[in-house]
């Protein structure tokens, strides 16, 4: 079976759809794509690490509440004291030609804002998963990105991963046979304090932080929408942390074609992060599949037993993602991530709440 | 964390209950629990290989529609060919006095018949899983043995299997933490012709046949029955197997405590039968779990990792299984699976059809 229309467009990271698209708003491609880092928290120094590692980007600005946070920072990618910002002064990167994008890691519900503000700048937008806590930001968000005419990416890492990539080929060429059932969970025990336990900041529990990717990778393993979803949730421990979020949520999607997936997340138990896809000639795992490194492929695939670890070190997810976003920037080219894939999730998302809160 | 008076009840495979039990109905010790094997298919084969395998349990009887084959196995078990029954005479196994009990192994729907005829014939009865096709059957079965005093056992080999007894130990005393999550399927690509195709035998898809298992599990491993349902269900494959039944089901549970369980089942691809509770402090799978053999224990548990094979082979659960029933019937014990655990499962089964039944 071969890569469908739709397909093409999602994981264009074959990199075809490239050749045939208008080169509108591109930028001079004899330059690196520049970066202002929004929100230097874990991930940012993941991602400022992978961008290091590209030809095609580089960091240019910082975006910090903490000055000497930033300072630091600064030092150790070369970005000078004048492409330091606040989030008060945020807006003047608009008069900054260095930065061509912005790259957004702050707490989720501060996505949408930034996003927009960006976007009014003028500068094209590499956001987080989850692309913000509800639809209707999300919504305004691809707006202002299309109004502005800026991109707007979201950062699905695992669409930017060899394996996982390798995964869905091996699926749509029909290598477990016809796949019927998908199990994925990714969940870890939350330390008390953090910001994803406050609900405003958040959006809600672990379903929009780590849950994200088995949702995200149910889509692209059947490449196919949810035609039917139930869930259930629970809070178990009462030891403050769960004030305001949800521990645990576990749902179940029915795909169009039959295909069945049980997927889990939570804050409550270090479950790893991994899927298994179930076909009739076969099966097909990344476990674990969803950290920055370590990514695992096992499986019974084509009558032979397959057991291969991808050996390349973190940040080489972020370098390809960023890669990727840069390449489309420089070729005015949709990102294979674009916002309507992180609205598609926000969606799936308020109705994995909604199945919820159904009863018995 | 102490076993409760629950799990007491449950799994007596500790053995302490058998101490307090009044002697009613109890055989004479001295001599070995003689059954009479009803259909004698593919699990029959194993049960009488296990059956001999114990002290206390022998194959004094045989009912089958094939003479021929019902002579070779009489042949190979040492029982007369007066103890050979067919569908039409089985009632007179009321007049023989080496059957002590009936082990039911025909297609599900005939379960009801043939129990609550054997009851009235005076017989102890150990039944197959699932216990039948319906609640409405099964309230008639434990009534019957109830009416004519003799035990009813559903042979649920997992409970008398010791690393499931192990992993259920381990958990009631917190050795994986507070578990939030449990993750569990079986399934198998079905060969075309199979009575549990057949919808009126077989009562439905693979949820009765081997996803029982899953839904056993998450009860015995949480020692708690559920307080929400979710359920999908589907058929892909239109190759003339799944006319009558259903191909794939996942559903997933709630517990009262929170804990979330995500399971599912197929008749459509090789998933293998395992289960996987995931804790605060660690994890603990069996997996594969449900097989007659190889059950493979792999966990972080204490602060260990756990990977331990368990040596036994096939018919080791048989044994066990038929060793306990017959000293329940020795001793006048209450098994650890009476009917009424098989009609909790019943119960449950009904409502996850209805689940899958409701709209998206």
Tied chains: 1, 2.
Excluded at 246 to 260: K, R
Excluded at 261 to 283: D, E, I, L, P, R
Excluded at 293 to 306: L, P
Excluded at 313 to 324: G, L, M, V
């Amino acid at each position: 079976m071969q890569l469908t229309r739709r397909d093409f467009a999602r994981f264009g990271a074959l990199g075809l759809a490239a050749r045939f698209a208008p080169a509108l708003n591109a930028q001079n491609p004899t330059r690196k794509t520049g970066y202002a880092i929004i929100g230097i928290g874990r991930i940012a120094y993941h991602f400022m690490a992978g961008i290091q590692n590209t030809t095609n980007s580089s960091v240019t600005a910082l975006v910090s509440g903490h000055r000497d946070k930033a300072d630091k920072v600064a030092a150790q990618y070369g970005v000078p004291a004048g492409s330091i910002y606040s989030y008060e002064n945020f807006d003047e990167i608009a008069h900054n030609p260095n930065i061509d994008a912005v790259y957004v890691a702050l707490p989720n519900s501060m996505h949408a804002e930034y996003t927009m503000r960006a976007a009014r700048a003028g500068k094209h937008v590499l956001c987080e998963k989850p692309m913000s806590t509800s639809v209707t930001d999300s919504e305004a968000m691809i707006a202002a990105c299309k109004a502005a005419k800026v991109k707007l990416m979201i950062a699905y890492r695992c669409h930017y991963e060899p394996f996982h990539m390798r995964a869905i080929q091996m699926i749509r060429d029909g290598k477990v046979g016809q796949v019927q059932e998908i199990s994925s969970c990714f969940g870890f025990n939350i330390a008390p304090g953090e910001w994803r336990l406050n609900k405003m900041l958040a959006g809600g529990g672990p379903l929009y932080d780590v849950g994200i990717y088995s949702l995200n990778a149910t889509r692209y393993l059947t490449g196919e929408e949810p035609a039917k979803l139930t869930a259930v949730m629970s809070t178990i421990d009462h030891d403050g942390r769960f004030n305001e979020v949800e521990e645990n949520m576990a749902w179940t999607t029915l795909f169009p074609s039959g295909i069945v997936a049980s997927c889990s997340t939570s804050y409550g138990a270090n479950t790893g992060g991994y899927f298994k896809v179930y076909g009739s000639k076969g099966w097909l795992a990344l476990d674990p599949g969803f950290n920055y490194d370590g990514v695992h492929m096992h499986g019974f695939v084509d009558g032979q037993v397959i057991d291969e670890l991808n050996p390349s070190r973190d940040p080489y997810q972020f370098t390809a993602q960023a890669d990727h976003f840069s390449h489309c920037v420089q070729n005015n080219l949709e990102p294979n991530t674009p916002g309507e894939e992180g609205l598609k999730d926000m969606r799936l998302i308020a109705e994995i709440y909604r199945a919820a809160r159904m009863g018995a």
